[in-house]
């Protein structure tokens, strides 16, 4: 039996914060009373709220010049699910897994989903991996694969991901994501046409292999690998191939994939307006595709994003619940306290923008008064809801106090002699 922190670890740790918990939500409580919004409400709004954790952010990710793993890292994908289980156990808001194939995959799905109920994890999206050759390989994907010339190599590609679909039936999955790296290092290098031709037509099979009930999110990146040009570069691509495909794709939306200064909640506004919002893998940048924690960088643009989406479950309904994921790369933080701390900034933007006035926004902007407008929005972003989400995670039997409570758990060195380093030890992307 590997070492899991125990339920009565975690009361007894916020035994000593609690009082100082509700002292400090009854005052936010009060507060927020005066404006007509009821704290209770807000908080089991927060409890809803879920987003996924990505196996392959469970280990140290690494960049193209260097990766310093950490102590007792996971080491294939039932480790990954128990520092999962872990973020889930502390953090209450990430119920579910995306797994990546085939750095994840098992040959006994039945084990692997048995794995996964003892924690009671889901799993979201599978994903699909055509940026890398698996060892003996027939096809090399050096020059493509959804998009290669040789239709060897998008065959084998296409087959990747249709078994990717099989895996991820086994396990309760509803949708795959596609992101290729496939694209150009030099002009002239891709008749660019050509290359999303072929994309389609590769796509088209994908789409016709996905069950009734399922979904594919198609992923863009602006750039990297490919440093002249990308296949599925930008949201418009990604559109435009999602309305050909039909009704099943959508498009996902990464955080890190965009230009710098791109309004990316605009991206969202818009792929919601046409239907067409798959997702998000949400992490947060400076430069590029950095991956960096959630909300460690640009809180307001995630708040921003999270603005769209309330307002968007607002007109749309039940029926508006697109895939949150976190989708980031530990360099120099332990992943489970990366992961955990990220799950709560997505959830801290969601609550936000829960309390934006919506009828007093629309007011202004109706009046054009554009001063007010702003400073509702802002009024918002700027009020405190750690009291709420602390409460949540409380209530829901998770750590008020996430990162001190695994610390003081053991945990890590508990998995660093359980787990000592192996030549196998699967994927963690670089991401
Ligand atoms: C590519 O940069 C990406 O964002 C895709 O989602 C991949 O599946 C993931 O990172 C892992 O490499
Ligand atoms: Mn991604």
């Given at each position: 039996m590997t070492f899991r922190i125990s339920d009565d670890f975690v009361q007894s740790h916020n035994q000593s914060r609690v009082a100082d918990l509700q002292s400090d939500f009854d005052a936010l409580g009060?507060?927020?009373?005066?404006?007509g919004v009821d704290i209770e409400a807000l908080t089991l709004r927060a409890q809803g709220f879920a987003v996924a954790t990505?196996?392959?952010g469970a280990g140290t990710g690494g960049t193209r010049f260097a990766r310093f793993p950490g102590v007792g890292e996971p080491r294939n994908v039932f480790e990954k699910l128990d520092d999962?289980?872990?973020?889930n156990q502390l953090s209450q808001a990430t119920?579910?897994?995306?797994?990546?194939?085939?750095?994840?995959?098992?040959?006994d799905a039945k084990e692997l989903k048995?794995?996964?109920?003892?924690?009671?994890?889901?799993?979201?999206?599978v994903n699909s991996n055509t940026f890398q050759n698996?060892?003996?390989?027939?096809?090399?994907?050096?020059?493509?694969?959804?998009?290669?010339?040789?239709?060897a190599v998008r065959d084998l590609a296409v087959a990747h991901n249709i078994e990717c679909i099989e895996l991820g039936k086994a396990l309760g999955s509803k949708a795959l994501t596609v992101w290729v790296g496939d694209g150009g290092n030099f002009p002239g290098q891709l008749n660019l046409r050509g290359a999303l031709e072929r994309y389609l037509d590769s796509l088209k099979q994908i789409y016709q292999a996905l069950p009734d009930d399922w979904q594919v999110f198609l992923e863009h990146k602006l750039f990297e690998p490919a440093f002249y040009t990308t296949v599925i570069a930008d949201w418009g691509t990604s559109f435009a191939c999602a309305q050909q495909l039909g009704d099943k794709a959508k498009c996902l939306v990464d955080l890190g994939h965009h230009a710098p200064n791109t309004n990316i909640e605009m991206i969202v506004a818009r792929l919601v307006q046409f239907g067409k919002l798959a997702g998000f893998h949400f992490n947060d940048s400076k430069y590029g595709d950095d991956d960096l924690d959630s909300g460690s960088i640009n809180p307001f643009q995630l708040f921003l994003i999270f603005n769209e989406l309330v307002d968007a479950e607002i007109r749309e309904g039940s029926s508006f619940n697109p895939a949150y994921m976190l989708d980031q790369s530990h360099n120099v933080t332990d992943p489970i306290e990366s992961l955990m701390g990220s799950a709560i900034e997505v959830q801290r933007a969601f609550v936000q923008a829960s309390l934006v006035d919506r009828d007093q926004l629309a007011a202004y902007q109706a009046s054009n008064d554009v001063m007010m407008a702003a400073r509702t929005l802002r009024r918002a972003f700027q009020t405190d809801v750690t009291p709420i989400l602390d409460m949540a995670r409380f209530r829901s039997g998770g750590a008020i106090d996430m990162i001190n409570c695994y610390r003081e758990s053991g945990y890590r060195q508990q998995k660093a002699e359980e787990r000592p380093a192996s030549k196998n030890a699967s994927g963690s992307g670089i991401v």
């Open positions: 009060s507060k927020l009373a005066r404006n990505p196996s392959w999962c289980g872990t973020v119920p579910t897994v995306s797994l990546h194939f085939p750095w994840d995959k098992v040959s048995q794995h996964a109920d003892s924690w009671k994890l889901g799993f979201d999206a698996q060892p003996n390989q027939a096809e090399s994907y050096k020059f493509g694969s959804l998009t290669n010339q040789s239709a």
